[in-house]
């Protein structure tokens, strides 16, 4: 099956600085690439994804970058703000039936200082 | 985005009970529904793939007749642990996508304590 690998666990920035998050997977059939935010106690929420026929998405401060040769992705937040501290999580899904499947990695808790 | 809730929100229980989880999509009609279990610190892990009106499919590790799944309409998924443990304390998270490639959105959780 797929794995998916997140690095680093842990990130702390001061605010204004960027954050770089990245991610490779296993199985070269994956073919969508989410990003979620969760916040402490509550549901992952989605802040950007990417196909596999994309290389670059950006959203304002929010960008994804896929490397699909290399099978990395990665997220880049700019201008960081104290609201940004949570835990990231990037996930790979294939498709199986009439749905397709998620597999995440290992999160990472991003911290973002005064 | 997409509407899904989930009921209860915590549920705290002795050890050998049964606790159910429903898990509704509110704006779609699901014909599939996943559910996941996520531990303290830790990453969420899929559990089973829930099809309306056929079993479930379980991944390789999760005991289907410990966590009962029915998908008996197009918006709502029940996940039941039965005779739970101390072990099987855990957030647990439902979540659905609209179809193949699409974004999954998710419930807002379930927090189990068995005592």
């Known amino acids: 099956g797929e794995n998916v690998e997140q690095h680093p666990s842990t990130l702390s920035v001061q605010e204004g600085d960027s954050a770089v998050i990245k991610c490779t997977y296993s199985d070269s059939a994956s073919n969508y690439f989410p990003w979620y935010k969760q916040e402490l106690g509550k549901r992952p929420q989605l802040i950007i994804d990417?196909?596999?026929?994309?290389g670059e998405k950006k959203d304002q401060r929010i960008a994804v970058t896929l490397n699909k040769t290399a099978k990395h992705f990665s997220l880049h937040i700019t201008e960081t703000q104290p609201e940004d501290s949570a835990v990231y999580f990037c996930?790979?899904?294939?498709?199986?039936?009439?749905?397709?499947?998620?597999?995440f990695g290992t999160g990472t808790r991003l911290q973002v200082t005064l | 985005g997409a509407v899904v809730s989930q009921h209860p929100s915590w549920v705290i229980c002795k050890s050998g009970t049964s606790v159910k989880i429903e898990c509704r999509s509110l704006d779609f009609q699901a014909t599939t529904m996943f559910w996941y279990r996520q531990f303290p610190k830790q990453s969420l892990m899929l559990m089973a793939t829930s099809n309306e009106g056929s079993k479930a499919t379980y991944e390789q590790g999760v005991e289907k007749d410990k966590f009962l799944i029915n998908h008996a309409s197009l918006t709502l998924s029940t996940l039941t642990v039965t005779s739970a443990h101390p072990e099987d304390s855990s957030f647990y998270i439902c979540s659905y996508s609209r179809g193949r490639g699409e974004t999954q959105y998710f419930g807002p959780g379930t927090r189990l304590l068995v005592l």
């Open positions: 996930a790979a899904s294939f498709d199986t039936g009439t749905a397709s499947k998620l597999t």
């Open positions: 990417i196909r596999s026929n994309v």
